[in-house]
């Protein structure tokens, strides 16, 4: 198997022009899947339909992503990461204008599986194409693409929440088209150019029949809390590791996971997310239910975790040159852990000044625990199998949030309303963040894997 490489080496400006086409793409693709929970009232009044019908409208955005997802690596390796990226951001600019012209559910539902098809590979992709085009520059400028998924999920209840006081539903989409039209004509311009590919691998039809369906029905399973879903995708998902095992070019493969490197870069990333990114889903949550904010109000007030964790990614470089992978991470898990401390005492109405203070520190260690990860998983590998690793850590990452998601939520419903009941889950994701320093004690002690 051959990828499509770039035809000359990408100079330090240009690979800061493709990070910031790349950033403009990502925070699309997570702005969108997170902007449209603040309209799902308006939207099934608006639309004549109930409010489960509508919530699909959220759903179908995750369910499509998880179906590319997986596919992103050979569509990759069989195209050219450029042409994909461009198809995929093409796809999601189409997506939104038939969203925003939406005239019934079922008809918004829909395109939002068009949106979800190109926004769940701009992502990997993306994050292939740069690693790719940085080579053993990434450590110093990877916080440029890791960036957007730190800072858009608090800016996407923001600006949703002013759109619709504003302007109405529609413009959830319609005001994100302008960026959509942006970011393609720039990647047209800015992507690097590719050599013909060599040998190409057949598409892996079992593993597409096995893998994809198998991340949509868990993830939906646990996002439900629908057993049988859930079940349902853990057997798919089983299924294709044995097949995965026996073919020959498998959708994922999976003996990129005996690779040390890789390994210890997944399992941290697996935690990592079942623990302090799934926990970020308590936060707008605690703000609306318990203090009673709006939506824009919440997003506000989460606003220094976001600040934090900006300014430790643009200095991640220089910290890893510094002080190297195993202690920027340690170090960032330990800060991630500080500052959730204080949201265990909920039920002790702690000082507002004190949960902005933790917000801040948590930042700063959501921040640092990103870089070294991602440094490490892209170094450790040969070019030309990066395009399948961005896949598969985009894959993990999926199933630790939805795992560690579906517990805390568990968690949470278990205990009497009220904002003890925070606190309470909070403590059962400080005591599962505790786990992520396992993997992390295998991190290198410089830059390189």
């Known amino acids: 198997m051959t990828t499509r490489l770039p035809v000359a080496p990408v100079s330090d400006s240009g690979l800061r022009r493709l990070g910031g086409v790349l950033i403009l793409g990502a925070v699309l693709s997570i702005l969108d899947a997170t902007i449209v929970s603040v309209g799902i009232g308006v939207m099934a009044r608006d639309l004549d339909s109930s409010l489960p019908t509508v919530q699909w409208v959220a759903s179908a955005y995750l369910l499509a992503a998880s179906f590319t997802i997986p596919l992103s690596g050979w569509l990759s390796d069989r195209f050219g990461g450029r042409q994909v990226w461009i198809a995929a951001v093409g796809l999601f600019t189409l997506g939104t204008v038939l969203c925003g012209f939406a005239w019934s559910a079922p008809a918004l539902i829909a395109f939002r599986v068009l949106h979800g098809l190109g926004g769940g590979l701009m992502q990997p992709v993306g994050q292939a194409i740069f690693a790719q085009a940085a080579g053993p520059r990434l450590g110093r400028m990877i916080g440029m693409v890791t960036l957007p998924a730190t800072v858009a999920p608090v800016l996407g209840p923001m600006l949703g929440g002013a759109l619709v006081q504003d302007l109405g539903w529609r413009w959830l989409f319609f005001g994100i088209v302008p960026f959509g039209v942006v970011t393609l004509l720039l990647a047209v311009r800015v992507l690097p150019r590719e050599n013909p590919a060599g040998t190409r691998d057949p598409l892996d039809l079992r593993g597409l029949l096995l893998l994809p369906p198998g991340l949509g029905a868990l993830g939906y399973g646990l996002g439900e809390g629908s057993p049988a879903f859930a079940l349902a995708g853990a057997m798919l998902l089983l299924a294709y590791a044995w097949h995965a095992r026996r073919a020959h070019a498998p959708l994922l493969d999976l003996k990129l996971f005996a690779h040390k490197a890789f390994t210890v870069a997944s399992a941290s990333t697996f935690l990592l997310g079942a623990s302090l990114y799934s926990s970020m889903l308590l936060l707008p949550l ?143 994701a400080l005591g599962l963040s505790l786990l992520s320093f396992i993997p992390a004690l295998f991190f290198p002690k410089g830059t390189r894997a």
């Open 286 to 428: 605690y703000y609306q239910q318990i203090q009673h904010t709006s939506v824009l109000a919440a997003g506000l007030l989460l606003a220094p975790q976001a600040l934090g964790s900006a300014v430790v990614l643009i200095a991640g470089g220089r910290l890893l040159d510094r002080f190297g992978s195993r202690a920027v991470m340690l170090t960032g898990i330990a800060l991630s852990l500080v500052g959730t401390i204080a949201f265990t005492q909920l039920g002790d109405s702690p000082s507002p000044a004190l949960l902005t203070v933790s917000l801040l520190i948590r930042g700063f260690g959501l921040g640092a625990t990103t870089t070294p990860g991602m440094t490490m998983l892209y170094t450790s590998l040969e070019r030309s199998r990066i395009p399948r690793a961005a896949s598969a850590i985009n894959v993990v990452n999926r199933i630790g949030g939805s795992l560690g998601t579906a517990l805390l939520v568990a968690v949470l419903h278990a205990q009497p309303r009220g904002a003890a009941a925070f606190g309470t889950t909070f403590t059962w």
